[in-house]
């Protein structure tokens, strides 16, 4: 098996259904959705890789019906948006932390403590 292989997703022993077929060009929405679909279909017992709940085989990306495909898209949505939510969240804890580590370390957000003496 060569680089190129792994890196497009070329599964030995496993059906074509396994494995992402849509070239780098196509948008990356599909290409992520498509990638999800041979996974799924990859993954779980080796004995059923590639077969659909009747034990028949699966469709490649490109010849499944477009109310699947639209499900398997909805599943690239959810996860480019949860990628993008965890993005905006790590830039944002790391200015924060920056800024609190700098209100920290002189001072500004430190509170007195309580005096003991009664008034």
Request: aromatic share 8%.
């Amino acid at each position: 098996m060569s680089d190129h292989d792994l890196f497009f997703g070329w599964r030995p022993g496993l059906p074509p259904c396994c494995t992402p077929q849509l070239p780098l060009y196509a948008p990356s929405r599909e290409r992520l959705a498509e990638r999800c679909y041979t996974v799924y279909n990859a993954g779980g017992d080796p004995a059923t890789a590639g077969l659909n709940f009747q034990g028949k085989p699966c469709p490649v990306w490109a010849e499944l019906p477009e109310n699947v495909k639209a499900k398997w898209l909805a599943v690239a949505d959810d996860i480019q948006q949860l990628s993008s939510r965890d993005k905006v969240h790590d830039t944002l804890g790391s200015a924060l932390g920056g800024v609190l580590g700098s209100l920290l370390g002189n001072g500004a957000l430190l509170v007195p403590k309580p005096s003991k003496e009664k008034p």
